[in-house]
């Protein structure tokens, strides 16, 4: 399986972004799909996980402000970004039951 993430970008506070992750390859257990995030100097942490079905999680510090959905037609994991925070910055990874991951895309959003 390939992830192939695009989107992404700098921003100011309050403004918005879309990140989107597309799988190739062998996608039919690809129960779990959504992005993780990694700050300067931070750990990489979950930020946003939705299932076949549906049932998206997310990071308390983002509920509200992010929403993630998935087009298993295609494929597809989208990430809609919204009120961007300066805490937001660092760059997002796609993830996908495996696991597997993309190759990272940069967000930053300047105060």
């Known amino acids: 399986v390939q992830l192939q993430a695009s989107g992404g970008g700098s921003v100011q506070a309050g403004g918005s972004l879309r990140l989107s992750c597309t799988a190739s390859g062998t996608t039919t257990t690809l129960t779990l799909m959504g992005w993780f995030r990694q700050a300067p100097g931070k750990q990489r942490d979950m930020v946003a996980l939705?299932?076949?079905?549906?049932?998206?999680n997310y990071i308390a510090s983002v509920r509200g402000r992010f929403t993630i959905s998935r087009d298993t037609g295609a494929n597809t994991v989208y990430l809609e970004m919204n009120n961007l925070q300066p805490d937001d910055t660092g760059v997002y990874y796609c993830f996908a039951t495996g696991p597997f991951w993309g190759q990272g895309t940069q967000v930053t959003v300047s105060s």
């Open positions: 939705i299932g076949y079905g549906g049932n998206p």
